[in-house]
Nanobody, 127 residues
Framework: QVRLVESGGGLVQAGASLSLSCASSGRLFSDYAVAWFRQAPRKGREFIAGITWTGGGAVYTDSVKGRFTISRDNARNTVYLQMDNLKPEDAAVYYC????????????????????WGQGTQVTVSS
């Protein structure tokens, strides 16, 4: 069982930065790939970024490439999402999710492939 807790959300102005954290209390966190998703009002949950179990590979959706950075510290059982140059359209509830590692550093980008989820943290960006 993997339990995930997100933190770091808040209200910022456009152009500002936020750093989200996803902490796990489960065992063998390093055996799991982790992804960040977000859900804006009246929209579906959207894949934002994912990182392999080793931290050696990452994938981003096009809308956040160059602005967001995902990283992990397996010694601290934590995955981070650094968000720079935030835009009003980035406002959403952000969720982290974990899935058992895949061979060859592959990553899932679909919601249904992640069995473990945190409760979410709200990010609001004012224009």
């Amino acid at each position: 069982q993997v339990r995930l807790v997100e933190s770091g959300g808040g209200l910022v102005q456009a152009g500002a930065s936020l750093s989200l954290s996803c902490a796990s209390s489960g065992r063998l966190f390093s055996d799991y790939a982790v992804a960040w998703f977000r859900q804006a009002p009246r929209k579906g949950r959207e894949f934002i970024a994912g990182i392999t179990w080793t931290g050696g590979g990452a994938v981003y959706t096009d809308s956040v490439k160059g602005r967001f950075t995902i990283s992990r510290d397996n010694a601290r059982n934590t995955v981070y999402l650094q968000m720079d140059n935030l835009k009003p359209e980035d406002a959403a509830v952000y969720y982290c999710a974990a899935a058992p590692r895949l061979p060859a550093g592959r990553l899932h980008t679909t919601e249904s492939e992640y069995p473990y989820w945190g409760q979410g943290t709200q990010v609001t960006v004012s224009s």
